[in-house]
C-alpha cells in the first residue's frame, strides 16, 4: 500500500480557485488509479474526480468542467486543480489510491486501499 498525504486546502470565496496535492510514498505509485473524494458535513464520502496510470481522466456530473484531476508519476503526486468553486463545494478532500483501476467502480470506496488524512476546504458565499 502507499501513504498519501494531501495538502493545499483552505477557505476561498465563491468564484475562487484552490489547487489540492496528494503525496505519495511507499508503494509503485504509476501502478494506481488515483481518485479524489469528498465529505460534506453529515453526508458520506463521495467520488469527484479520478485518472487512470496513462493519464485518462474522470470526473462525477457536479464537479466536470471546473475541476481538473493531473499525475505526475515522476513526482508520486497527484493534483486536483478546483476552479469556479462554490459554496457546496465545501468538504473535506480525501485523496485514495485504488489497486484495481476497474472503470467501472471507480466511484465506489471500497475499491480504494489507501487514504489520505483529508484536507478542509471551505466556500464562502
Known amino acids: 500500500q502507499v501513504q498519501l498525504v494531501e495538502s493545499g486546502g483552505g477557505l476561498v470565496q465563491a468564484g475562487g480557485s484552490l489547487r489540492l496535492s496528494c503525496a505519495a510514498s511507499?508503494?509503485?505509485?504509476?501502478?494506481?488509479?488515483m481518485g479524489w473524494f469528498r465529505q460534506a458535513p453529515g453526508k458520506g464520502r463521495v467520488f469527484v474526480a479520478g485518472?487512470?496510470?496513462?493519464?485518462?481522466?474522470y470526473y462525477s456530473d457536479d464537479v466536470q468542467g471546473r475541476f481538473t484531476i493531473s499525475r505526475d508519476n515522476a513526482k508520486n503526486t497527484v493534483i486536483l486543480q478546483m476552479n469556479s468553486l462554490k459554496p457546496e463545494d465545501t468538504a473535506v478532500y480525501f485523496c485514495?489510491?485504488?489497486?484495481?483501476?476497474?472503470?467501472?467502480?471507480?466511484?465506489?470506496?471500497?475499491?480504494?486501499?489507501?487514504w489520505g488524512q483529508g484536507t478542509q476546504v471551505t466556500v464562502s458565499s
Open positions: 485518472i487512470s496510470w496513462n493519464s485518462r481522466t
Open positions: 485514495a489510491a485504488n489497486p484495481r483501476g476497474e472503470i467501472a467502480t471507480m466511484t465506489w470506496r471500497t475499491e480504494y486501499d489507501s
Open positions: 511507499g508503494g509503485i505509485f504509476s501502478r494506481y488509479f
